[in-house]
């Protein structure tokens, strides 16, 4: 490795915990999961592509990216869908075996504001050993469980219709 490429790496590994990433993707122009850099790819089946990411949180850290430019779990295929859960599969054996940790946290962020990076969806496989690592900010409840429990059940109807119209609009594709 030359003493370029071994700097570039360095910028990578450090990225996250100086402060660099957060200026980072306001100067790339594409999307960085369509133009997938390949020899991060360590494997790839039916058009979903298991990588290593390149701005980890922590050692180990995967990335399930699928080729095709979608924002949202509802416009996978079943056959997408079946491959990232071999992939998922993959990823926490693969994290156990290299990184001895038996621990994966598997995250999505979804809708609006979540992902600050790009909208291409994608699935972080996320080695996790111990609180440290995204560690939950609990906020206090307004609401008992049983009251939580009521607003989703008085919804009912709602989710009758969301069931029927995805099964309609995404299934069987
Ligand atoms: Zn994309």
């Known amino acids: 490795m030359d003493e ?9 590994r450090d990225a996250r915990i100086n402060g660099d990433y957060d200026n980072i ?35 180990g850290h995967l990335l399930i990216i699928p080729r095709r430019h979608i924002r949202s779990v509802k416009e996978l295929t079943s056959i997408e869908w079946e491959t990232m859960r071999k992939m998922m599969y993959i990823a926490k054996k693969m994290i156990r075996d290299i990184y001895g940790i038996k621990g994966m946290q598997i995250i999505q962020k979804d809708g609006v504001g979540s992902q600050s990076t790009v909208d291409h969806l994608h699935f972080h496989c996320i080695p996790f050993d111990s609180p440290d ?22 919804k009912k109807p709602e989710i009758e219709k969301l069931a029927k119209r995805f099964a309609g609009k995404y299934q069987n594709e």
């Open 25 to 59: 993707w306001k100067t790339t122009g594409e999307c960085v999961f369509c133009a997938l850099n390949e020899k991060y790819v360590i494997y790839e089946e039916n058009g979903v592509a298991l990588v290593v990411q390149l701005f980890a949180y922590i050692d």
């Open 4 to 12: 370029e490429t071994r700097k570039k790496q360095e910028y990578y």
């Open 133 to 154: 690592l995204n560690q939950w900010n609990f906020r206090k409840l307004k609401n008992t469980p049983i009251e939580n429990t009521a607003l989703y059940i008085a």
